[in-house]
């Protein structure tokens, strides 16, 4: 622009200077031509009026000139006022075409890769298959999710039914697949070590073992106790009017109670699953749990379920002795849990429980493979984004990996972190983000899960006869001298295959939950004699009330962060819940539906319906 101005200017100028030396020579030429000198009536020589007509001439062409001067600096002006619009122009133009130039070529490469038949592709002509591979790699999108538990599996899966079979999706794992499900193998068989428990209303979990052709394993009936130390201050008995009724003695109507607020939470959560079969997508946890249940969801995560409860009108006993002992064996922590997470440890406490047959973790590597992801064991360490690419395409973003062998890096269109982020878990670092991604706050609680093959010492919960004792599960409440937060007999994951309950007296496979691994004297005192302990200190579920904010699920345009609704409750079904919404959210944003997003009437309206 500036040199297209710069020679405009110069070619005005050197015009001028033509002129002005043309009248120059015009006039030495007539000095030259002058010999009749001779005075006229008004007494001026010829000479004299030659003069004076030159001088009104040269005036009128000084007038001339300046007046074309001044249209000449004038039109100047437009010209470089046009050439500057001219250019900002070509520049807009430039990426218009670019971007057209792209869609053509991507048409392009969609017509030439639909000309090859399939008998055409085969074994006889390596070259064109190598070439037609070649072509379809070009065309795809690159998806990819960081985590192949049960959050990251789900998201493959959910990504492949949105965007559809073009895309690719590559998962990374550093671990093995199922992440926080996981088996442990005693004598042959295998026990869950991770997450064990699904509800009869996880409509997600049930459609993945449907659809994965898996079989359902009903839970065992239990026989509870809750131990407080010293003694059990509640026994289950096998009559369920008499479990009531001392129910009633020792807490009132609190367990009425109970029940209906978790039935009435439960009730408001199953909206999802319509909001999600209407396609919509939340892009925060609290959108999503605020199109659920309103502020009473949204204060349920930020007031403690003890606080909520009592509210209700529950007993401090009740929630001393009943509530406890269910947050502590399903999340390791106390009633101080934020409410939500406390209905949900409830929920997880109710007699309609099941598992996969085979173990849990099936689903995910089911998942994977019917999502036709590309699993690649290796560690990421950081995600960086590099380049804009035009509108819709948003950004790209590559990073680099570690396997055992080597180092890499990759670039994606679309990226979902499905691992928690918090300190020393993922350490993945973010870099040439703008603005920079925040840290995500909070800790995850360690549980250390023991599977113990042995005989449990009843004497300790005061039945010296190990055949009068009737419990396969022990709970506890606060204690200071309690090491452990819960033992309970398990089944193997495969119980079809011939398996016969234990009785507590015989040699059994007891799962033990504590917050640190037990130590030789707490083996001794919980088990009378034991064949082997196998142990995993995993960090298992969010340190609830270690932050006060649920993070983002947007960390970037195209980049998302699953686990950020553990922080409102940890539970596979959750995870599939998150997984579910943020496929949708991603292929909404990706394709500018933002009226799929954050939708508040029509949800107002689907909610009416049910
Ligand atoms: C909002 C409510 C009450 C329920 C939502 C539905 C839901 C997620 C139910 C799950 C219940 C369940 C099986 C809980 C188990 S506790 C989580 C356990 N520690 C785990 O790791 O899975």
């Not at 039945?463 to 001298?481: G, H, N, R, W």
Request: aromatic residues 10%; charged residues 20%.
């Amino acid at each position: 622009m500036i040199e297209l101005y710069f020679l405009y200017q110069n070619a005005v100028l050197w015009g001028s200077q033509c002129l002005f030396s043309s009248a120059a020579h015009q006039r030495s030429a007539g000095d030259e031509n002058n010999v009749d000198d001779s005075e006229d009536e008004s007494g001026k020589t010829v000479t004299v009026r030659m003069l004076e007509m030159r001088a009104s001439k040269l005036e009128e062409q000084v007038q001339d000139l300046t007046a074309r001067y001044k249209k000449a600096l004038a039109d100047s002006d437009t010209v470089r006022r046009r050439t500057q619009k001219f250019v900002e122009d070509a520049k807009i133009f430039g990426i218009q075409s670019f971007c057209k130039d792209l869609v053509e070529v991507a048409d392009m490469l969609a017509k030439s890769t639909d000309s090859v038949s399939e008998e055409e592709l085969g074994d006889q002509n390596p070259t064109l298959k190598n070439l037609y591979d070649g072509l379809l790699l070009i065309q795809e999108q690159l998806h990819t999710v960081i985590g192949a538990g049960i959050g990251g599996t789900a998201t493959a899966h959910f990504l492949r039914q949105h965007f559809g079979q073009d895309v690719e999706i590559h998962v990374y794992e550093k671990g093995k697949v199922g992440g926080r499900l996981a088996t442990v193998t005693v004598n042959n068989q295998e026990y869950e070590s991770g997450g064990s428990v699904i509800h009869s209303l996880n409509l997600h979990m049930q459609d993945f073992v449907k659809l994965l052709g898996l079989k359902y394993r009903k839970n065992f009936p239990r026989k509870t106790a809750v131990f407080n130390g010293e003694h059990f201050l509640l026994e289950e008995t096998d009559w369920y009017l008499l479990d009531l009724f001392r129910l009633w003695w020792r807490y009132g109507i609190s367990f009425i109670r109970l029940q209906m607020w978790v039935e009435e939470i439960m009730e408001k959560f199953m909206r999802i699953y319509k909001y999600q079969a209407h396609g919509y997508a939340f892009s925060t946890v609290d959108e999503l749990l605020h199109s659920l249940g309103g502020s009473l969801f949204i204060n349920m995560t930020r007031n403690s379920v003890s606080e909520s409860l009592l509210e209700l009108g529950v007993s401090q006993r009740f929630i001393d002795e009943v509530i406890a002992a269910v947050t502590r064996v399903n999340y390791g922590q106390s009633v101080s849990i934020p409410a939500f997470v406390g209905a949900v440890s409830l929920a997880g406490a109710q007699a309609n429980l099941w598992a996969v047959e085979g173990g849990n973790k099936l689903v995910c590597s089911g998942l994977l493979k019917e999502a036709k992801a590309n699993l690649i064991h290796a560690q990421v360490t950081s995600v960086s984004l590099v380049s804009v690419t035009p509108q819709k395409r948003g950004k790209v973003l590559p990073w680099s990996y570690t396997t055992e062998k080597e180092k890499g890096s990759a670039m994606y269109d679309i990226v979902i972190i499905a691992t928690p982020l918090q300190e020393g878990m993922a350490n993945i670092t973010f870099e040439n983000f703008e603005p920079p991604i925040p840290e995500v706050p909070g800790a995850y609680h360690h549980t250390v899960v023991s599977i113990v093959h042995g005989y449990l010492n009843c004497s300790y919960f005061g039945y010296p006869d190990p055949k009068l004792f009737p419990f396969t599960s022990i709970l506890t409440t606060e204690a200071p001298a309690l090491f452990f937060d819960s033992v309970g007999n398990v089944s193997p994951v495969n119980i079809s295959k011939g398996f016969k309950k234990k009785q507590p007296q015989e040699a059994a496979i007891w799962k033990v939950f504590s917050p640190q691994p037990l130590e030789r004297k707490d083996l001794k005192t919980l088990f009378k004699s034991y064949y082997s302990v196998q142990v995993t200190d995993w960090q298992a579920y969010p340190q609830y009330g270690s932050t006060k904010h649920l993070p983002s699920i947007v960390l970037h345009d195209n980049m998302y962060y699953l686990n950020s609704i553990e922080w409102a409750a940890s539970a596979m079904e959750m995870s599939s819940v998150a997984a579910k919404n943020i496929a949708l959210l991603a292929y909404h944003r990706w394709n500018r539906e933002l009226e799929m997003i954050d939708q508040k009437e029509f949800i107002h309206k689907i909610k009416t319906e049910l």
